[in-house]
């Protein structure tokens, strides 16, 4: 999870997240994250066991527009890999999924404290996460290679870094948006 930009590993227990230093590195090869836990599954049960325990540790706190907010942006990454065949071939691709904190208005929130701060750092790796996918807009409608070599766009933030690799080169990426009051 993002949370104030720093990145925290879900599946870590809350109380050891400072024991655990996560770090991410643009490499020319693309952008690394030292540091997290990584699990192997091999069932969907398996993975989603996981993914529930993150669930329950991410940070949540009461707004007055909503009383389970999430505070800061979760995001798994799925590693899936394959091999064997006549020709014993190898893939292996990466998905990304990401929950995001919503949009905080401060007068409509009514936070103060800790939660001004959550809000403003949630805000501002939205916009720069905006500000990245309009820049690979521009390339794309330009003509311009979404190259793995430029990370620039993704500079800004840990949320956008953590995302780049499924933004770049031959990536496609999917935006799922759920609404609530």
Known sequence: VVYNEVIHDLLVDKGKWEDVKIKTRVLPTGVIVQGASERQVTTLDECLKIMDEGMERKTIAATKMNAQSSRGHMVFRLTIEKSGGADATKLKAEVYLADLAGHENVKSTCVQGQRLEELTY?????????????????????GRNRDRGNFSPFRNSELTLLLANGLVDNSKAYVVVTLSP
């Open 122 to 142: 949630i805000n501002r790796s939205l916009m720069y996460l905006q500000r990245a996918m309009s820049e690979l807009a521009k390339m794309s409608s330009s």
